[in-house]
């Protein structure tokens, strides 16, 4: 599986140039700052998907395993977005919510679920949140834009729904 970067985006990391036509932008609202006691999602725009499970990590000789460059790149790719945002994202506190958004770049058949974890460590690993704080995970297949596949992780804090404390024994009033 190849990752194709942006011409920006590569200079940016220091990686060799890749072709990818135009550059997508991020959507408006990544700032995650708190506004009373709200806070606004924080949203990382990343012109690539992340790795899938089976990609993710590569075996070494004498036994053990170690993050694949496809892992690696994905992790460099989510941390320059949030370390060109404006205002450094501030994470809120108590459990956290994870919403990844995918664009596939062709019709192949793909599990959207081997991707959660790829993206969820180097949303974290960015923002420095530990990721046993994610309570709740939404993961969406967008569509499909030929050549040009990107993901949208956004993190945002928890709000349990009624049903879900009722589920847990919690009072509901």
Not at 26 to 33: D, H, I, L, N, Q
Not at 68 to 76: D, G, I, L, P, V
Request: hydrophobic share 45%.
């Amino acid at each position: 599986m190849t990752l194709r970067l942006s011409r920006k985006a590569a200079r940016a990391l220091g990686i060799a140039e890749q072709p990818l036509g135009s550059a997508h932008r991020a959507p408006a609202g990544r700032k995650g700052r708190k506004q009373g006691n709200v806070t606004n999602p924080i949203t990382i725009f990343v012109p690539a998907l992340p790795p899938t499970v089976n990609h993710m990590y590569i075996a070494l000789r004498g036994g053990g395993k170690a993050l694949s460059e496809e892992a690696e790149t994905f992790r460099k790719l989510v941390l320059a977005d949030v370390l060109h945002a404006p205002v450094r994202p501030e994470v809120p506190d108590g459990p956290l919510a994870l919403t990844m958004r995918l664009m596939f770049s062709n019709n192949r058949r793909q599990d959207i679920d081997n991707r959660i974890k790829a993206g969820l460590d180097a949303i974290a690993l960015a923002l420095r949140f530990d990721d046993c704080r994610i309570a709740r995970i939404t993961i969406e297949r967008v569509g499909v834009d030929r050549g040009r596949p990107w993901c949208e992780l956004i993190i945002e804090a928890y709000q349990p729904t009624d049903a879900a404390l009722a589920a847990i024994g919690a009072v509901v009033e």
